[in-house]
């Protein structure tokens, strides 16, 4: 039986991003009073501060650094929280990230699971069985044009799209979760089974979970709830968050 309770959170994140680091250790703590588990929270950081394709680019090729640096801190779980830089790097690219970044922290000789954004967002709307979805994306229509792509990919299809076509990522992390509550109404969800509230992990949307969820009466995400659950799952802990919706309820 593991009786460990102290748990090393590691996130490889944009330079500009000022939101996973919120988010994340939100849901965990809004675990913690409810489950024995404790847990800390530490960074690296790659350099982006306009979300573009180039910079994007750019980023990623610091995750390998990235993720030896937090190997140094013997983190139990590391979580790659960007979620549109492994889908402009082409389909399917968020397996070859998780599987690359993983072999660093063999080479640097601790063995740690890695969790991409973009992986945990596909992953749990599978785990939901969500077949059709919408989603709210702060990117430009270009990019949002990507991620649905890559989402279709995957074999779930993106019926509508809210493109709020905003480039400077400090700005996106500036932006008032509670908004999403009438920006998600312009959403068409009649064939939608789940809603992503925030397809980007810079863009605040826990405080607008459950809410929103409540009030469209399907199981509503965000990249944030998605990793959270995925760490969860990897650390081979229970996944119930108090307020984190549908896929943090505890019953995947």
């Known amino acids: 039986m593991n009786d460990k309770v102290a748990y090393r ?24 009073r409810v489950a024995p588990e404790r847990f800390t929270f530490h960074s690296s950081r790659m350099r982006m501060k306009k979300v573009t394709q180039e910079e994007l680019v750019a980023m990623d090729a610091e995750s390998e650094r990235c993720a030896a640096e937090l190997t140094d801190a013997r983190v139990d779980v590391m979580g790659y929280a960007c979620l549109v830089a492994i889908m402009c790097m082409g389909k399917g690219y968020h397996c070859k990230s998780e599987e690359r970044l993983h072999a660093v ?9 890695v969790v991409t954004s973009a992986g945990a967002l596909v992953d749990g709307l599978k785990t939901l069985r969500a ?6 994306s702060p ?28 480039p400077d990522n400090l700005e996106v992390g500036r932006r008032d ?22 397809s980007c992990v810079q863009m605040p949307s826990l405080a607008a979970i459950a809410p929103v969820e409540a009030e469209c009466g399907r199981p ?15 650390l081979s802990l229970p996944t119930h968050i108090p307020d984190g919706g549908s896929l943090l309820s505890g019953v995947h």
Do not use: F, H, W
């Open 177 to 198: 979760p509670m908004a999403l509550l009438d920006i998600y109404k312009r959403l068409n969800l009649a064939d939608a089974d789940a809603l992503v509230l925030s």
């Open 131 to 136: 077949r059709k979805i919408a989603m709210v």
């Open 220 to 234: 509503v995400v965000s990249a944030a709830v998605c990793t959270t659950y995925q760490m969860l799952r990897r």
């Open 105 to 113: 922290t063999v080479r640097e000789g601790a063995p740690t699971p």
């Open 9 to 32: 959170i590691g996130q490889i994140v944009p330079s500009s991003n000022t939101t996973m680091e919120t988010e994340i250790p939100a849901l965990l703590r809004a675990r913690e």
């Open 139 to 166: 990117y430009l229509k270009p990019l949002t044009k990507l991620v649905a792509e890559y989402i279709e990919a995957e074999g779930v299809e993106v019926v509508d799209v809210i493109s709020l076509e905003i």
